[in-house]
């Protein structure tokens, strides 16, 4: 599914979709009580067979120059507006037990030099079962989601190979060129790798470019959540 926004610029990939609709493993949850097209409240049976409302949403994610961190804080927005718990966290100051109290996990991570954040990379090493246990998405950023997508859905691609980790819903999302942010170096650097790629990228080391398409931002968190959407009686998967 690719969703156009703003100019007509293909920069918000939806990679995968939610499944239908996502679902805890059976035996741990049972949804009650709601209509379709209502949000909420997921519900959840506990070990002791309490239950419980779905609302702490984790947003994890791996950044250097902030865009990545600003995308999650939105993400964070939206699911609140929704009426769920978000926190969104940058991992490099995050402890062992970031996914402690998660019932659901969207993960976020900008690319530099083709690889996904090593924060991120190591979060899903350690905590490999429990993401696959909860519901779960990873939300990738980098310049390439902005004119090759072909190449931003490699990165992923490898990510899932590196680490095992096969995300129910993978979006790709344009991210951001702020050359006054950076250094000499990175500043000509990075107006160099603009020039030779696809997407029209700017130049123009004056200023910054944000690429980042909000409203599909908006979409993929809203899909997210309607993934949570209570089970209605179907098949569990
Ligand atoms: C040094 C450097 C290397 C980058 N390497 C890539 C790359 O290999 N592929 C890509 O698509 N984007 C690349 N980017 C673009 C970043 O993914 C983009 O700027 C993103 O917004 C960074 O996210 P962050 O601000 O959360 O760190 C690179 C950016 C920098 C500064």
């Avoid at 100019?7 to 979709?17: H, I």
């Avoid at 120059?65 to 939105?74: C, F, L, S």
Wanted: overall charge negative; aromatic content about 6%.
């Amino acid at each position: 599914m690719v969703l156009h926004h703003g100019e007509g610029v293909k920069s918000t990939r939806l990679l995968r979709g939610p499944p239908s609709p996502i679902r805890p493993p059976k035996g741990d949850a049972c949804g009650v009580g709601a209509t379709p097209g209502d949000l909420g409240p997921y519900v959840v049976r506990d070990p002791a067979g309490r239950l419980a409302d779905v609302s702490r949403i984790c947003i994890p994610y791996g950044t250097t120059e902030g865009q990545t961190a600003k995308i999650a804080e939105y993400v964070a927005d939206v699911v609140r507006e929704h009426g769920h718990e978000a926190r969104a966290v940058d991992l490099k100051d995050a402890g062992e037990d970031v996914l402690a109290g998660c019932d659901a996990v969207i993960l976020g991570s900008s690319i530099h030099m083709g690889k996904h954040d090593k924060h991120v990379g190591d979060l899903v090493r350690k905590n490999r079962a429990a993401l696959e246990r909860l519901p779960s998405a990873l939300f990738s950023v980098s310049l390439a989601a902005h004119g090759d997508t072909h190449e931003a859905e490699t990165y992923v691609e490898e990510f899932e190979e590196e680490t095992g980790w096969r995300p129910s819903m993978v979006a790709l999302f344009s991210g951001a060129l702020l050359y006054t942010q950076y250094g000499f170096l990175k500043r000509h650097m990075m107006k160099r790798i603009a020039r030779g790629k696809p997407g029209d990228l700017g130049t123009d080391t004056s200023r910054d470019y944000v690429y980042t398409e909000w409203d599909g931002v908006r979409r993929f968190a809203e899909d997210f959540l309607d993934g949570l959407a209570p089970d209605t009686g179907g098949t569990q998967q």
